[in-house]
């Protein structure tokens, strides 16, 4: 059986390519999206009780936070996969509920149809047609989550047909759910503006059904929650005990360090009534990243190291703020946007103009460093009188075998399991021990 074990083959091939130091840059930047995506989870929690109910979210989001801490301190990031059966058990529920009950209450007002203008061409439209592939593909690299759980797949044809079920369920609840947003304007839920609300247009119309509606989606989006929150803090640890602490630090006081870490968690939330600016952050960061990050990963580019890597990511965020600044006037303004201060909304081309400065900024940056490495290896070779091998190819490594099942991750972190059958074994996965090179 292919087990959590296999997670470690993200930090060590990364680390046999571009060496330790881009592996753990990496790993920061993924720890950096897991606390982004942690705090974008209780804020929108917050907003959603505050929408639904008009009290405070804040006791909702100290319990959740308390409650997942405890399970998955005690049952390891198994307990996720539990938690995300009951988590799509949900949100069938929630749309099935939504859709009846919706459907039948609510009263479109047609001459808000014509005047809301959703149905025109916009501005923004056109941007999110570019915008959102960028982002969601870029960002996806760094949800820890995902990855455990495609290394946690039985064999390929699981995952294959797992990750297919999944693109039909999410995107006909996608369509459901954006829909809802249409139906909350047009029906004067949700009045489009300020247009940030736009983030729970469908709260904001599940608000106008009866009472008893309102109490079911209530524990409907508090259990969403929750299963969203513990994969988020599953993640964290397994990124923080491989890859920072390469599993030699005991496992609890890095569970210590994430409930530590909650903390600020929370009081970021609260102070984030933007739940789309933070996930915009981090797709900011992973749209500057991930470019320069996957042209080693082709063997034709074995000549690309970890200092392009590096050097091209933190480029690409220079590349933003400069060109806020050109498009702006001020650095002061070319500094927010790298914040997106004014979301999607802004009604100009500064987001845009900061998806497209990222990626691209970060390939020059890296090119740029390509050159420069190159260039300092050369004049060091003519100087020392070496021979100049910066296109050599590197030379072919005795990997070390990490068998599935048997994985020192299971051992360590989740407690051991009986072996699987040797048909059920998925192939062993080779990682060489050879740390790759970084300049």
């Not at 130091?21 to 606390?35: D, N, R």
């Not at 803090?233 to 397994?238: D, E, L, R």
């Not at 599935?404 to 060489?432: L, V």
Request: negative net charge.
């Amino acid at each position: 059986m292919r087990h959590t074990a296999q997670v470690m083959i993200d930090f060590d091939h990364t680390r046999q390519r571009y060496g330790t130091v881009t592996a753990l840059y990496l790993s920061l930047l993924t720890l950096i999206t897991l606390f982004l995506y942690m705090v974008a989870e209780l804020s929108a929690l917050q907003q959603i009780i505050n929408a639904l109910t008009g009290l405070k979210g804040l006791p909702a989001v100290i319990v959740e936070c308390a409650v997942t801490t405890i399970y998955t301190s005690l049952g390891g990031f198994r307990i996720s996969f539990v938690t995300d059966n009951i988590q799509g058990i949900m949100v069938v529920g929630l749309v099935i509920v939504a859709v009846v009950t919706v459907g039948v209450e609510t009263h479109i007002d047609k001459s808000l149809v014509e005047s809301s203008g959703l149905l025109k061409s916009s501005l923004l439209g056109w941007q999110l047609i570019y915008i959102l592939p960028v982002a969601v593909l870029t960002n996806d690299f760094f949800i820890s989550g995902f990855w455990m759980r495609t290394f946690a797949s039985k064999t390929d044809k699981d995952l294959v047909i797992g990750t297919s079920i999944a693109t039909v369920a999410v995107t006909f609840i996608l369509g459901l759910v954006g829909a809802a947003g249409l139906l909350a304007a047009w029906t004067g839920a949700w009045p489009g503006n300020p247009p940030q609300d736009g983030d729970i247009a469908f709260f904001l119309l599940l608000e106008q059904l009866p009472s008893w509606v309102v109490g079911i989606v209530l524990v409907m989006v508090v259990s969403l929650s929750t299963a969203a929150f513990d994969s988020f803090q599953s993640a964290m640890v397994s990124t923080g005990s491989n890859d920072l602490f390469r599993n030699k630090l005991n496992l609890w006081l890095i569970r210590l360090a994430v409930v530590l870490i909650i903390f600020p968690v929370v009081v970021v939330a609260l102070k984030s009534p933007d739940i789309l600016q933070v996930y915009l952050i981090s797709d900011l960061v992973s749209a500057s990243s991930i470019p320069v990050l996957v042209i080693g990963l082709s063997d034709a580019c074995y000549w690309w190291r970890g200092f392009e890597v590096v050097i091209g990511g933190l480029g690409g965020l220079l590349t933003v703020f400069i060109f806020g600044t050109i498009y702006f006037g001020n650095a002061h303004e070319g500094a927010y946007l790298l914040l997106l201060e004014n979301g999607l909304y802004a009604n100009d081309w500064s987001a845009f103009g900061a998806f497209v400065a990222a990626p691209v900024g970060g390939l020059l940056w890296g090119g740029g460093a390509f050159a420069l490495r190159v260039g300092f290896q050369w004049i060091q070779a003519k100087r020392k009188g070496h021979r100049f091998d910066a296109f050599d190819r590197p030379p072919p490594t005795q990997p070390s075998t990490y068998t599935s099942g048997a994985g020192s991750f299971d051992e360590e972190h989740e407690g051991r399991e009986e072996p699987a059958e040797p048909e059920e074994r998925a192939a062993p996965i080779s990682i060489s021990p050879q740390k790759g090179k970084f300049f």
